[in-house]
Each structure stands twice: as structure tokens, then as C-alpha cells.
């Protein structure tokens, strides 16, 4: 395709992304939902020494989406879980290029996911969870919720139609 809206480091990133796919026994789990569009993406880490050991991830997302995520997992791996709780979307964005301001909304579902898996891991171990994080989490669970009524309304929406 000789024209695309986004950089080239985006475009490598869609074409061949890196750690796509599932922890099995991951020992945390971010699960995210964009507001603007309805994608969803999860995101798996698994921490050792108080670092993140491995992280992977699966988006049903566009290809900034998938781009992003793909460069964030690379952010992540081998920091400190404080380290990579600060990581944030303009992280993302140094990375990236720029992105078309439509499309700056799936890049920030990536840090999203990542301090959703922090804050699961920190819960499942009993660890102290750093407020700004219980406020992250707050903000993300509810964009979760609308984004999953919506889901729901749309599949609904769909099955009547199908069923005429
Ligand atoms: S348009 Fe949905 S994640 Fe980009």
C-alpha cells in the first residue's frame, strides 16, 4: 500500500508484532476496553523478583492497537513493577510516532492493560496497591463496563436483525 496514515514504526509493528498470545498461568491479567470504538485487549504478565519476567498480549483492536501493544510489551519486559507502573501513553508515543489524533485512544488502551495486570498481580498476592493504581483501576473498570453494555446492546441489535 503506497499510502498510510501512520509512521513506519507503526507499521512494522502491525506487520510483525512481538509477544502476541496468552500466559497460561499468567500472574496477572489486564483486561481493557476502549471507550471510543468497543475494542478490547488482554494483557498477561508474569512478574519474578519484582520484575515483569514475561508479558504478552491479544487485541481485537486496529493497527494502532495492535502496533502499540506490541511496542508497550517491549517497554515492559525486565522493569520493576514500580518502574512499570508509571510507564504511560506518551511512553507509547515516543515509540510509536506519531499518531493521527483519531486514533491516540487505542494507544493509551495499552498502558491501560498493563497497569490492569500490575493491579490484578498486586491483589493476588496480597501486596499493597499504590493509590494512583486504585484510582487507575476505578477509571478503567468503568470504561470496561460501558464498553461491554455496549458490546452487549450491539450483539443484541444484531441477533434481531439476523433472526427477520
Ligand atoms: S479503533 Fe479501536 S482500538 Fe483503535
Redesign the pocket.
Known amino acids: 500500500m503506497k499510502y498510510s496514515p501512520y509512521s513506519k514504526e507503526i507499521m512494522k509493528y502491525f506487520k510483525h508484532p512481538k509477544n502476541v498470545g496468552i500466559i497460561k498461568n499468567a500472574d496477572g491479567v489486564g483486561r481493557v476496553g ?1 471507550i ?4 478490547i ?1 488482554e494483557l498477561y504478565i508474569k512478574v519474578k523478583e519484582n520484575k515483569i519476567a514475561n508479558i504478552k498480549f491479544q ?1 481485537f ?5 495492535l502496533a502499540v501493544s506490541s511496542m508497550l510489551t517491549e517497554i515492559a519486559k525486565g522493569k520493576k513493577l514500580n518502574e512499570a507502573i508509571k510507564i504511560s501513553n506518551n511512553d507509547i508515543l515516543k515509540k510509536s510516532g506519531p499518531v493521527p489524533p483519531i ?1 491516540i ?2 494507544s493509551i ?1 495499552a498502558a491501560d492493560a498493563l497497569h490492569e495486570a500490575i493491579y490484578d498481580y498486586l491483589l493476588k498476592s496480597k501486596r499493597s496497591i499504590p493509590e494512583v493504581l486504585k484510582k487507575e483501576h476505578e477509571r478503567i473498570q468503568n470504561t470496561l463496563k460501558q464498553v461491554e453494555k455496549t458490546h452487549k446492546e450491539f450483539t443484541n441489535f444484531e441477533e434481531k436483525i439476523l433472526k427477520k
Do not use: I
Not at 36 to 39: L, M
Not at 61 to 65: D, E, H, L, M, T
Open positions: 476502549n471510543q470504538c468497543g475494542d485487549m487485541t483492536g486496529c493497527v494502532v492497537a486514533k485512544h487505542c488502551l
